[in-house]
């Protein structure tokens, strides 16, 4: 049984990951660049700074990388129709965050993506009163695969770390919550674990979805927890 869940955002919650590997992509063909799908998988679940420094690096430059951001955010713009959402929710997503809410779950998001884009996007999808904290890459020193952004949402939500599952789709993130001492559900987007981080996974799923049947036995609603323990 665990207190709280604690999801990343970016691949797992909100599909991101694909939008903006195209963008980039595209962006990278207006400096007769030939940016790889492998080439840009290496940024994925990574924090801002680290992401920047290799994508300079692939695209010749900080001038080079400057131009390719204005086009990814021109790019992303112009997909987006009026008054909609910019990245769209993944698949099971809403199906599980309203499961764990019904159950009164406690829920937090421990995001590279600053508080602000965080708050944003959530609340785009009319997602956030499922969220009693937050915890953003803009509010940490060090970024994943450090734990510091999952041990500040817990500490956000007020429980202990080992009582919370955390919800992931990156290798950089898995390694964060196992090193906060949080057991982790995996869900790949993009990129799927190694084998030695999968190994270390509480479970690997193919959705958030997928998550659902495993509710009662993660997250007992208070009169289940107990009856369980008039039993013992």
Not at 216 to 232: H, I, M, S
Request: hydrophobic share 50%; charged share 20%; proline share 6%.
């Amino acid at each position: 049984m665990f207190a709280a869940a604690i999801f990343d955002m970016d691949g797992l919650l909100i599909d991101s990951e694909r939008p903006l590997m195209a963008a980039w992509i595209e962006a990278a063909l207006t400096l007769d660049i030939a940016l790889s799908h492998s080439q840009y998988l290496q940024v994925v679940g990574l924090a801002h700074p680290e992401s920047r420094r290799i994508l300079a690096s692939l695209l010749g430059g900080e001038q080079a990388y400057d131009h390719a951001v204005g086009h990814v955010r021109s790019r992303l713009q112009l997909e987006r129709s009026d008054g909609a959402p910019l990245f769209p929710i993944k698949s099971g997503a809403a199906e599980f965050l309203a499961a764990l809410h019904a159950r009164g779950t406690r829920c937090a998001v421990a995001s590279s993506s600053t508080r602000g884009q965080i708050q944003a996007c959530l609340g785009s999808l009319g997602l956030l009163h499922h969220f009693s904290a937050f915890a953003g890459g803009d509010e940490v020193v060090r970024a994943k695969p450090d734990p510091a952004l999952y041990l500040l949402a817990a500490e956000r939500l007020g429980v202990d770390p080992a009582d919370c599952i955390a919800f992931e789709d990156s290798e950089n993130g898995t390694k964060a919550a196992l090193a906060a001492g949080m057991r982790v559900v995996v869900v790949p987007d993009l990129k799927h674990p190694p084998a030695a981080i999968a190994e270390r996974a509480f479970h690997v799923l193919g959705s958030l979805h997928d998550a659902v049947p495993h509710l009662p036995r993660w997250f007992p609603t208070a009169e289940a927890a107990g009856a369980a323990e008039k039993l013992v």
